[in-house]
């Protein structure tokens, strides 16, 4: 049976070929060799553990969770469980995970094209509702950084489940020049508690008490540190001053893109104590963006919208990250617990 | 932690292929015939529409008239940058040309 669910064990109807190994550091190498690893080592990902956490997520391991046409690839339950329990997740995690597999496979967010890119774009996972606080993922201090279980292991084992199933390796699907460290793994969660700001999923139309994941495709990441501005205006002029020179660039696809903004906290306070709230953030961003001339045409948002705010990190560094987008949009999702789910 | 199924030493580790299958999956298919010149052969040129890629390859065929004799040259630019050609750009390509040339501009 699995583990405390009352359902039938699933083992038997795991479809992944099985290989037999004689102790840890053999099946580590052979993986490693046989090119399923991101470089690092893994977990195993045995039939027992598979079956925990497809038990946690409620599915049945035929579950499909996407699928990616360009590349004759369908993503399931099963394969998701795999490379999550490979990435070092806890099993509480993977409702979490399948969220951020399901979102990347929106057709909008454009998996073929943001994973096998020349450019290296990364997947940037934003986590907001109860969720963050029930599995411990970090929204303050150093929170893009290691340190953090359920950060660095859902982000890898979405990571993980690109490269793995949706066939991302170098030198196949994964065409990039440089490729980024982001590629690791980049997971946080959203600080709902820092201030009043509505959360980001709240903003795209979940409720409060809803938990869900926003999975951005970056093909820029900049930092603006700014330790002189002192009002909001001042502090948005100086993000305007990178987004109106590099542009936000969409194509015919996607037709109107997003750029993720994350705020940190002492950012946050300026805006805070001026009674700034997000919508006010994005609204003077557009019309300073449309008041640039010839550069409003570089900024394919499509509206104020596609200014996606996010507060989050620490106190002590004044500073904003800009994600600017890859040819995608950013998804949002719903992460469903498994007592929302079934297995059929 | 225990990891579920390793504590059997002397059992050894069954562990599960996590990919989606080999990296070259068996199709049926094979490569087109290459022919040995361009002469009477209608070319396709697809781009991206990237940056000066639809000036390259109209360069492209104008360099290769120059050593050959093509039958005609058809150009399809994508209807988008990030995603494959649509249906009937590959119907006009599988239709109409006999060899084709892909590129991109950055």
Same mark, same amino acid.
């Given at each position: 049976m699995a583990a405390g669910s009352g359902l039938a064990s699933v083992i038997?109807?795991?479809?992944?070929?099985?290989?037999?190994?004689?102790?840890?550091?053999?099946?580590?190498?052979?993986?490693?060799?046989r090119g399923w690893t991101d470089g690092l080592p893994i977990v195993p990902p045995t039939p027992e553990s598979v079956e925990c956490f497809l038990d946690h997520a409620g599915?049945?391991?035929?579950?499909?969770?996407?699928?990616?046409?360009?590349?004759?690839?369908?993503?399931?339950?099963?394969h998701?469980?795999?490379?999550?329990?490979?990435?070092g997740c806890r099993p509480d995690y993977f409702p979490t995970v399948v969220a951020a597999v399901r979102a990347h496979l929106h057709e909008k967010a454009n998996c073929h094209s943001t994973t096998g890119t020349l450019s290296g774009a990364s997947q940037i996972v934003v986590v907001n509702g109860p969720v963050r606080n029930e599995i411990g993922i970090e929204c303050r201090g150093a929170c893009f950084g290691p340190g953090f279980r359920a950060n660095a292991t859902i982000g890898r084992a979405l990571r993980l489940v690109i490269r793995?199933?949706?066939?991302?390796?170098?030198?196949?699907?994964?065409?990039?020049?440089?490729?980024?460290?982001f590629r690791y793994s980049f997971c946080f969660g959203e600080d709902e508690e820092a201030n009043d700001w509505k959360p980001l999923h709240v903003e795209r139309g979940f409720a409060p008490d809803q938990s869900a994941v926003t999975v951005h495709s970056t093909m820029i990441v900049c930092e603006v540190m700014d330790y002189t501005s002192r009002t909001p205006e001042a502090i948005c002029d100086g993000?305007?001053?990178?987004?109106?020179?590099?542009?936000?660039?969409?194509?015919?696809?996607?037709?109107?893109?997003?750029?993720?903004?994350?705020?940190?906290?002492?950012?946050?306070?300026?805006?805070a104590q001026a009674g700034w709230s997000k919508a006010?953030?994005?609204?003077?961003?557009?019309?300073?963006?449309?008041?640039?001339?010839?550069?409003?045409?570089?900024?394919?948002?499509?509206?104020?919208?596609?200014?996606?705010?996010?507060?989050?990190?620490g106190p002590g560094h004044a500073t904003t990250w800009l994600f600017f987008p890859h040819l995608a949009w950013a998804i949002t999702q719903a992460i469903d617990p498994a007592s929302a789910t079934r297995r059929t | 932690m225990t990891i579920q199924g390793t504590d059997r030493r002397s059992e050894g580790i069954v562990a599960l292929d996590p990919t989606s299958g080999p990296l070259e999956k068996p199709t049926g298919r094979k490569l087109a015939a290459r022919p040995s010149d361009l002469d009477g052969q209608v070319i396709g040129l697809v781009t991206n529409g990237l940056g000066r890629s639809q000036e390259f390859m109209t360069a492209l065929s104008g360099e290769l008239a120059k050593i050959s004799r093509p039958?005609?040259?058809?150009?399809?630019?994508?209807? @988008? *940058?990030? $995603?494959?050609?649509?249906?009937?750009?590959?119907?006009?390509?599988?239709?109409?040309? @006999? *060899?084709? $040339?892909?590129?991109?501009?950055?």
């Open positions: 038997g109807m795991l479809r992944a070929a099985r290989h037999d190994y004689p102790d840890y550091a053999s099946l580590v190498e052979d993986y490693y060799e599915l049945a391991p035929d579950a499909i969770l996407g699928a990616v046409p360009t590349r004759d690839v369908v993503v399931t339950a099963e998701a469980a795999i490379n999550a329990v490979m990435a793995n199933v949706c066939r991302a390796v170098p030198g196949v699907f994964d065409r990039a020049s440089l490729s980024t460290p993000w305007l001053a990178e987004i109106l020179r590099r542009g936000i660039f969409a194509d015919r696809f996607v037709a109107e893109a997003n750029i993720l903004i994350v705020v940190s906290a002492e950012h946050q306070r300026y805006f006010d953030v994005r609204d003077y961003l557009w019309k300073q963006c449309q008041a640039s001339g010839e550069n409003a045409k570089r900024i394919m948002l499509g509206g104020p919208e596609g200014f996606l705010i996010v507060g989050a990190g | 039958g005609g040259v058809i150009h399809v630019v994508k209807n @988008s *940058v990030s $995603i494959a050609p649509e249906r009937a750009d590959w119907a006009r390509l599988t239709s109409e040309a @006999s *060899v084709a $040339i892909t590129g991109f501009g950055g």
